[in-house]
Every structure is written in structure tokens, then in C-alpha cells.
């Protein structure tokens, strides 16, 4: 009998020790091995380890960004999200923050529409296309939740994005909507599985719509794809730690063999839009355009005389080379990076053209594009103001 009372404690002083070994092994190697800048499986920078301070533990600032620098930098990081991916798809949940666990696919979530800041973009567009007297093509790109709804997860309301794109076009001039080629090739690779971006093939389509609202024609056989890598994980794998998922990027051959030059935002130029190194990279779909920048500049030796304009986020990255053999000068701001307004581009590069390509979301709830838009008719409309006053 007092054997089998000393077999239980027997047993919790090795589960004890066992259960302090390893604590003690872990935070060791947490220690011993060096911090990490940078996590590629969720493409965004790690917090590091702070340097204590006495000043920092009493206000609480230490402890905090210690906190978040054992959080980033533990062993066995990307492998509990791995664990913690493969267990929500096992119990069937739908999503991971604004991502859908769809069919053989990740989905962005369709934003909710903010009606003021969309009424405000679409009459700035008005305002600015009457200013000009340039007219101004406008695509707002469907969502893949929306276009392939068929990968989605079961029960998934669709936020009433057709309603809202319905009504966005019905308010605009020259608008270039390509949802019904999107719905007739869903069944294509217009999207991306692990990316929020359209592919080459949907930007594409995208293109020949911008183009036609420009009563452009756009001539499909002068591109030709070309794959140039696979295994591309994007930014919605980089959120949910997906695996067993991944892409091909294509680039498309220009036949016309446009001469150009592309002078970035930081000034140097080049004689290429395609950033090479991306492909070497966590995030590929900067081969397009690479990074995110201001305002990036294509003069061409295209047969035209039309300079565009073009007004965008990330979306419109791949479908620019789609557009360079059918301009002379391309001029291409991103608001969301850009910090001035529109008037030395518009005055500078004798604009025939002006277009705006933001994907969905970007257009239906953020403020940059409204924001850009207005610090540029601004100054005219005080001007206006003042001309319209009765002299004295």
C-alpha cells in the first residue's frame, strides 16, 4: 500500500521535471539563437529584443516591446502557424481574419462600402473631368469572392458587391467594367489562389476594357505569356500560414517590341517595368512595377500621340504593360504613396488620357484616391471662388 501512494508522486516529480526541462531547453535556444529580422512566411518585419532600461521598465515601454519580441522571435514560430492553419481547416472554419479558407483557394474579404467616401471620390472624378476636358476611364476591379464565388466557403455572404459596382458605373462617364468577360472565364486563372491580386490573364482582360472606354481597340495578339516562376505564395498565404497552395506568375511578351524608358520615383530609369529580383523575393508580384512608389514615369517610341494618366494601386501593376504599346507617355501615381497633388503632372505631360484602376476594396473604403483628388481641384475651385466674387 505505501508503494502504490508513492507511484503518483513518483510520476508527477518526472512530468514535473520533463515539463521544466523543456521550458528550461526552449527559452535557452530563444536566447542563444540569434533574433530574426524578417518572417517570409508572413512577409512583414519581426519585433527585436530592447535594450532594458530602467527609464523603459517603470513607464512599461520595455516590458511591452519585450512582450512582442518573444512573441515574434520564438522557436518553432512557423510551425505553430502551419499547426494552426491545418487545425481550422480540419474544424471547418470559413476564415482567417479578412481571408476566406475556400476551395483550393485563399479570398480576400469584400470590404464593406463606405457610401460617403465612394459619393465624394465619384464626384471629385466629375469635377476633375470637367476641369480638364480630358476624359477620365475608370475600373474598379471585382473581387475574386465575387467573380469565383464557387470557391468559397459555404453560406459566405457576398456584401453586396455587384449592387455597389452596379451603382459606382451608373455614376461615371467612361467606365470600364469587365465583370461580365470575369463571370463568362471564372472558371480561368483570373486570380491569383494564394494572392489578393488578379493575374496577368484577368489584368489583361482588364486592359482591353480600359482601353475600349478610351475607344482604344486593344489587339490581343500582341502579347504573348511567358511563365516566369512558380511556387509564388502571396499575401494571403503569408496571413493564414497556408500550405500545399501556391501560383505561377506570367509575364506577357510585348511583340511590337516598344522601345522605353521608365524613369522612377526616386530618379534613376531604366529600360524595363519588370523588377527581375522580385523573383527572388518573398512577395513576386513586385516583378511588376516592383516595390510600391509615388510616381513612375514610361516614355515610349509607340506609334501614338496620346499621354495617359493613370491613377492606382497594386492592382493596376500587371495590367500596365498591357498599355505601353498604345501611348507615347505613361505617367503612373500612386496616392496612396504620392504627397502632392496632380497639377505639375497634368500641366507637364500634356494628358490626352486619364484612367484610375484600384481594385475593390482600395476604391469602395480607403481615402487616398478622394484625398489626391482634392488637394488637386482645390486650388482651382478657390480661384473660382474668387473670379465668381462681384468687384467692387
Keep these: 500500500m505505501q508503494q502504490n501512494k508513492k507511484t503518483p508522486n513518483r510520476y508527477h516529480r518526472n512530468l514535473l521535471t520533463f515539463l521544466v526541462t523543456i521550458t528550461v531547453a526552449w527559452t535557452s535556444l530563444n536566447l542563444v539563437i540569434p533574433d530574426s529580422t524578417k518572417s517570409a512566411l508572413e512577409n512583414r518585419p519581426l519585433a527585436q529584443m530592447p535594450n532594458i532600461t530602467l527609464t523603459g521598465v517603470l513607464n512599461g515601454k520595455d516590458q511591452k516591446a519585450f512582450e512582442d519580441a518573444m512573441s515574434d522571435q520564438f522557436v518553432g514560430r512557423n510551425l505553430l502557424f502551419r499547426i494552426n492553419y491545418t487545425w481550422r481547416k480540419l474544424i471547418g472554419q470559413k476564415q482567417i481574419d479578412d481571408v476566406y479558407l475556400g476551395k483550393d483557394a485563399l479570398l480576400q474579404k469584400p470590404a464593406n462600402p463606405n457610401d460617403a467616401i465612394i459619393q465624394q471620390t465619384l464626384s471629385l472624378i466629375s469635377q476633375l473631368e470637367a476641369s480638364t476636358g480630358v476624359s477620365t476611364s475608370v475600373l474598379v476591379a471585382p473581387s475574386a469572392a465575387n467573380i469565383q464565388s464557387y470557391k468559397l466557403p459555404a453560406h459566405v455572404d457576398d456584401h453586396g458587391e455587384n449592387a455597389t459596382l452596379d451603382s459606382i458605373y451608373s455614376q461615371l462617364a467612361h467606365p470600364a467594367d469587365p465583370r461580365a468577360v470575369f463571370k463568362e472565364k471564372q472558371n480561368d486563372y483570373l ?105 513612375v514615369h514610361i516614355s515610349t517610341l509607340a506609334n501614338s500621340q496620346e499621354n495617359l494618366l493613370l491613377l492606382k494601386d497594386s492592382y493596376a501593376n500587371s495590367l500596365i504593360p498591357f498599355l505601353v504599346p498604345y501611348f507615347k507617355n505613361i505617367y503612373i501615381v500612386d496616392p496612396r504613396y504620392y504627397y502632392d497633388n496632380l497639377n505639375y503632372v497634368l500641366s507637364s505631360g500634356q494628358i490626352t488620357k486619364i484612367a484610375m484602376v484600384f481594385s475593390y476594396n482600395n476604391f469602395v473604403s480607403t481615402i487616398s484616391l478622394r484625398d489626391i483628388l482634392k488637394s488637386t481641384l482645390e486650388p482651382e475651385q478657390a480661384q473660382k471662388a474668387q473670379e465668381e466674387q462681384p468687384q467692387a
Excluded: C
Aim: hydrophobic fraction near 30%; proline fraction near 3%; aromatic fraction near 14%.
Design 191 to 295: 486570380y491569383y489562389k494564394t494572392d489578393h491580386h488578379w493575374t496577368s490573364q484577368g489584368a489583361m482582360i482588364g486592359a482591353e476594357h480600359l482601353l475600349n472606354s478610351m475607344s482604344i481597340t486593344f489587339n490581343p495578339e500582341w502579347f504573348t505569356p511567358l511563365p516566369v516562376v512558380e511556387g509564388f505564395e502571396g499575401t494571403l498565404a503569408s496571413k493564414t500560414a497556408s500550405y500545399g497552395l501556391s501560383d505561377q506568375i506570367d509575364v506577357y511578351k510585348d511583340n511590337q517590341n516598344t522601345e522605353y524608358t521608365v524613369t522612377w520615383n526616386d530618379g534613376h530609369q531604366s529600360t524595363t517595368i519588370y523588377d527581375r529580383d522580385a523573383l527572388n523575393r518573398k512577395d513576386k508580384y513586385e516583378v511588376f512595377l516592383s516595390q510600391n512608389q509615388g510616381l
